[in-house]
């Protein structure tokens, strides 16, 4: 059965700073491994997929890392902004029963001060 | 355009009460998806249907049933509510069951019960 857990459960940095968000999962056997952003009240918005053959995606200053073997996969946020405030989930997406449903970790609540 | 909208953003009702939230998307998708984030924030599947298949969670209460009308809406119907039912509801929508397409969410709808 798969789990996934992400470290640090909140973390706050200064404006500017870059920072690295841990997700790790005890399955390898995945399709994908995906991060979302979740704002107060909100939905999740996709930020990143990264598919079982890749070793990593970036857009804009965000850089996911995926390393099967170890089971994990980092968040990498350049010169952070307060508006980058939110909650970051990861989740994996494995092989067996339906291939589309994710499995979530705890997120990371993420404040960047100004 | 909202991409997957769902309603009412909120609701609150009485134990024993029989309720339905409401998905519609508009992206063409083919696979839909309701997950439940409990008071803790912790994000879990509860059903993935195309026009295919419907894969239920194990641990969903059979209180809680999915309806199709067509392949834009997936709508979450709930009987007998009990006070664990209180969370956030998400719906979200993927093409191809998100094997290398990320998933869409809603706003949710938060459900509470007296």
């Known amino acids: 059965k798969q789990e996934v857990t992400q470290i640090p459960a909140a973390l706050s940095v200064p404006e500017g700073e870059n920072l690295v968000l841990n997700c790790s999962f005890t399955?390898?056997?995945?399709?994908?491994l995906q991060w979302f952003r979740q704002d107060p009240g909100k939905g999740l918005t996709s930020l990143l997929l990264?598919?079982?053959?890749?070793r990593e995606q970036t857009s804009g200053r965000l850089n996911a890392s995926l390393d099967k073997s170890s089971g994990r996969s980092t968040l990498y946020i350049a010169a952070s902004q307060p508006g980058d405030s939110a909650t970051y989930l990861c989740?994996?997406?494995?092989?067996?029963?339906?291939?589309?449903?994710?499995?979530f970790g705890k997120g990371t609540k993420l404040s960047v001060k100004p | 355009d909202t991409a997957v909208s769902q309603t009412p953003k909120y609701l609150v009702t009485q134990m024993g009460n029989d309720k339905s939230i409401k998905c519609e998307q508009n992206?063409?998708?083919?696979?839909m998806y309701w997950y439940k984030q409990d008071s803790k924030k912790f994000l879990k599947i509860m059903f993935s249907?195309?026009?295919?298949?419907?894969?239920i969670n194990e641990t969903v209460p059979n209180r809680f049933s999915p309806k199709s009308p067509d392949k834009a809406h997936l709508n979450l119907h709930i009987n007998s509510l009990e006070l664990g039912d209180s969370a956030v509801y998400f719906c979200?929508?993927?093409?191809?069951?998100?094997?290398?397409?990320?998933?869409?969410f809603g706003d949710g709808t938060r459900l509470s019960i007296l």
């Open positions: 979200a929508s993927s093409q191809g069951g998100a094997v290398n397409q990320p998933q869409h």
């Open positions: 399955d390898s056997a995945i399709y994908n």
């Open positions: 990264i598919q079982s053959s890749q």
């Open positions: 989740a994996a997406s494995n092989y067996g029963g339906s291939q589309g449903n994710l499995i």
């Open positions: 992206l063409g998708h083919d696979t």
């Open positions: 249907y195309n026009n295919k298949e419907l894969i």
